[in-house]
């Protein structure tokens, strides 16, 4: 009987310890399962965000191509019209001064108009060679860049323009302050063509380790949602560039209410 209840006993023993062999299994397999699905899920997510910042990139890139392309036009246009027709009408006037019965009057008449015309070419190309790198910018740094731009805009007499920069030189490469001073041309050739506003402000400061820039107007306005998904080639270009620049920005804006756009960047590692 005594042995019986030691048999009994032992089984008992060896029923707990497999089902506890059972339970370390179980919760061992639970884990595992736990630690794949979780990790697939990871990966999916890490794989979702990777083909976002891919599209995103793609999106970038086409955009910056369409805003290049247009460029190219607007600068072909400009030579064209600009430069072109009126080398036109300097050839026109040359060949009149090789006739042989023409005056002396005449022969001063037209070396007259060549003058005036080569110097409204030179006047054009200087234009257009400012408008592809400003000279200012290039020599000066993007602080005197600014300033200039902002006394160009206030001498056309249509808007009270305040300036008002604070810039630590050479905190941006040359590369980078280009595509500051881009954004904030844009900015300014937005309000000037589409706001109906009558004052514009640009103002930057350093923080810290950081450049800040906020530009304000007091026009009309825009839905800024909507012109994201509109994607006009301003907004996308100021947009890429931002992006280019690894920046940071805000556009707050509605109807009636003006813009007010802040821009924050930081020194790459090669500027510090």
């Known amino acids: 009987m005594v042995e019986e209840l030691l048999f009994q006993e032992d089984y008992q023993i060896v029923d707990l310890i497999l ?85 002396s009057e005449e022969t001063n008449k037209i070396a007259n108009s060549i003058l005036k015309v080569t110097g409204n070419v030179l006047e054009s190309s200087r234009k257009i060679a400012h408008d592809l790198l400003p000279p200012t910018l290039d020599k000066f740094g ?18 009270e323009v305040s300036c008002d920069l604070v810039y630590e030189a050479h905190f941006l490469n040359k590369d980078k302050e280009l595509h500051v001073f881009r954004i904030v041309q844009e900015l300014f050739n937005n309000s000037i063509k589409y706001s109906e506003a009558t004052n514009l402000t640009l103002k930057t400061e350093m923080e810290g380790k950081q450049l800040l820039l906020h530009y304000f107007d007091n026009g009309k306005g ?51």
Request: aromatic residues 4%; hydrophobic residues 45%; glycine residues 2%.
């Open 19 to 103: 089902i506890a062999i059972a339970l370390l299994v179980a919760m061992a397999i639970a884990i595992i399962l736990f630690f794949y699905f979780s990790r697939k899920r990871i990966i999916k997510s890490e794989l979702e965000k990777a083909n976002l910042k891919i599209a995103n990139q793609k999106e970038i890139i086409q955009t910056t191509i369409i805003t290049q392309e247009e460029e190219r036009k607007r600068i072909a246009q400009d030579l064209h019209d600009a430069i072109s027709s009126k080398l036109n009408i300097v050839s026109l006037n040359a060949n009149m001064l090789s006739l042989k019965d023409i005056s």
């Open 142 to 159: 993007l602080e005197a860049a600014l300033e200039e731009l902002c006394e160009e805009v206030a001498d056309t007499n249509s808007f």
């Open 222 to 272: 825009f839905d800024v949602l909507t012109a994201k998904k509109a994607k006009g080639l301003g907004m996308s270009g100021i947009e890429n560039r931002v992006a280019i620049l690894n920046a940071t920005h805000t556009i707050i804006s509605s109807p009636n209410n003006g813009i007010s756009v802040t821009l924050a960047l930081n020194p790459s590692k090669d500027e510090n």
